[in-house]
């Protein structure tokens, strides 16, 4: 046990440095997921409600409506964008690697007779060929992969829209690290989100800052085991977004404030791109 904690501990992490870990469709740790995606005054697993809508209304407008349209939806957790995108008039799929969250999703479609198609699947594994108006991935998850699955998923991306279909998407500028120093601490807990026994939870935030890459670790040590949990994200710019969108084949694109149309400004800690295939 001390082997591992210090294995932990003992060193700085290398760049997307990876555990093995499940997080995402963890048993104990998807409910949690759950429960923030689902309570609408956090802003943690899913925006806040209102903002949802804003998001929603001027997606549609960017597609020129929605009526007879299809949207593929990545990343689609419990299906809270999904359901309000079927309300608009698309025809929805949803991905998402969280079996409890498409289970939920499931249930909420046929109870709502949205007709929503959900899947549990990894966005990096799909394979679908202009099928698409509108793709759709938000709230900053294009960050948290490495360059390759990223380069990877914009192909796929390209090859799943129609022509003239439209991605769009957000990511953390670097003003979200702006002012956040490299930390350690650790709390105790009698049970809570990372598991339902006592654990203590020893949690870290480096910073990369020559490739604007961030990580928050999380070590939780319970009686009889130690996991941990590196969460890593890349903050990024315009430029580089362009250049990643490029090499995918999108020419063209529109970059804004956040995910409901604002403008843009350097100050932003979000850029939302609308890349044009």
């Known amino acids: ?152 998923l914009l192909k796929k991306i390209y090859k799943a829209l129609k022509p003239e279909g439209i991605l769009i998407f957000d990511v953390f500028s670097k003003e979200e690290y702006k002012a956040k120093e490299e930390t350690a601490n650790w709390s105790y807990n009698d049970r809570g989100y990372w598991s339902e026994n006592p654990y203590v939870c020893l949690y870290s935030f480096y910073r990369y800052d020559e490739t604007a890459i961030f990580l928050e670790q999380y070590v939780v040590i319970e009686e009889e085991s130690i996991k941990c949990y590196n969460l890593w994200n890349h903050a990024f710019s315009i430029e580089e977004l362009r250049q990643d969108l490029k090499k995918a084949g999108f020419d063209k694109c529109s970059f804004y404030g956040d995910v409901s149309g604002k403008d843009y400004t350097e100050e932003n800690n979000i850029i939302c791109t609308a890349a044009y295939k």
């Not at 760049?15 to 759950?34: A, N």
């Not at 209304?57 to 597609?63: D, K």
């Open 1 to 152: 046990m001390n082997k591992i904690l210090l294995k932990y501990l003992g060193k700085r992490p290398e760049i997307y440095e990876v555990t093995g870990l499940k997080f995402w469709d963890d048993p104990h740790i998807s409910k949690g997921m759950l429960t923030a995606h689902l309570n609408p005054e956090l802003e943690s697993a899913t925006r806040k409600y209102d903002f949802i809508e804003k998001s929603v209304s001027w997606i549609e407008e960017l597609a020129n409506g929605g009526t007879g349209k299809k949207l593929l939806d990545l990343g689609c957790g419990p299906g809270i964008y999904a359901e309000l995108f079927a309300k608009k008039g698309f025809d929805v799929t949803g991905l998402d690697i969280s079996e409890r969250s498409i289970n939920y999703a499931k249930e909420n479609t046929l109870k709502n007779r949205s007709n929503i198609e959900y899947n549990v699947k990894s966005y990096l594994e799909m394979d679908y060929s202009e099928e698409f108006d509108v793709v759709t991935l938000i709230y900053c998850d294009f960050g948290v992969l490495n360059p390759e699955d990223r380069e990877i």
